[in-house]
């Protein structure tokens, strides 16, 4: 019996950084710069809720003054 469901997991959207005008489109959706996109994706992956979850986090320590790691210490 063949099932018709659909593997949902294929049609999520991934952010390709090696596209120039999808990370353009995802850096406007989010609301940075490309390349704070594309940092995001290198530490926590390709997934759009990760990445937004990190750039929130981000934008939130840096407005707090907390330090960030991947800048190394002060």
Given at each position: ?74
């Amino acid at each position: 019996m063949i099932n018709n469901e659909i593997d949902l997991r294929a049609y999520r959207p991934r952010i390709d950084v090696h596209d120039y005008f999808d990370l353009r489109s995802w850096a406007k959706r989010f609301g940075v710069t490309p390349g704070e996109v594309r940092r995001a994706v290198a530490r926590v992956g390709d997934s759009p809720r990760d990445v937004e979850t990190y750039l929130e986090f981000a934008r939130s320590s840096a407005a707090s003054g907390l330090p960030d790691d991947a800048r190394g210490p002060p």
